[in-house]
Structures are given as C-alpha cells and as structure tokens.
C-alpha cells in the first residue's frame, strides 16, 4: 500500500504564500495531483505531476501563481503557493495514480489520497 502524508498548511494573508509537501511511502505510481475542497463546494482539481517525465497541468485559477513540483530521492511532492487569494481558502488533498491515463483532473483516477491540510487565506 501506498500512504501519503500533508504538511505546510496554515493560516496566511491574502498575497502571502505557503509550501505544501505530500510524502510517499514509496512510488509505485506514474502521476500526482493536488485537490481541494472549499466548504459548500465540490473537490476540484488544482495541479499534476507526472514522475517517470516532468509533464505538469495547473487549473486556470491558479496558473501563474502555484508551481507543482517533486523530488524522486525523498518521494514528496510540493506545491508551491504564491499571491494567496481568500478564494484559495480550502482543505488541499495529495492524491496518487498508478497510471497516467484518463483526464488528470479527475479526481477518481488516483487510487490514494492524504489526509488533507487546511489552507485559509484572509482579506
């Protein structure tokens, strides 16, 4: 089995910015992502990260202002959040899949997910 482990939520002012790491236990998958859910609303895709290439996809809302990326030697992927926006407050998800295949930013492609960090952002 496969576990993976959130860290670097917390609470930051709008056009702040936080680090977030999701760490495997090990990889046996070939694609990673980041998810949230905002209270009311439906989990919704935010980025992915392919480990055997580097191919990466961002939702529009938040291109140009995160960065996915990974370190193969520590099994983590991070997700770097600059110009925080109160609409990013959410709990972000980690999520793993074996294969890379499907649409990447459908949330029941990934087989495991991580407990989830709270992310709040403030005006």
């Known amino acids: 089995q496969v576990q993976l482990v959130e860290s670097g939520g917390g609470l930051v002012q709008a056009g702040g910015s936080l680090r977030l790491s999701c760490a495997a236990s090990?990889?046996?998958?070939?694609?990673s992502a980041w998810f949230r859910q905002a209270p009311g609303k439906e989990r919704e895709f935010v980025s992915m990260i392919t480990w055997n290439t580097e191919q990466i996809a961002y939702a529009d809302s938040v291109k140009g202002r995160f960065t996915i990326s990974r370190d193969n030697a520590k099994n983590t992927v991070y997700l770097q959040m600059n110009s925080l926006k109160p609409e990013d407050t959410a709990v972000y998800y980690c999520a793993a899949a074996r294969l890379s295949i499907g649409s990447y930013s459908d949330s029941r492609r990934y087989t495991y997910w991580g407990q989830g960090t709270q992310v709040t952002v403030s005006s």
């Open positions: 090990q990889r046996t998958f070939n694609r």
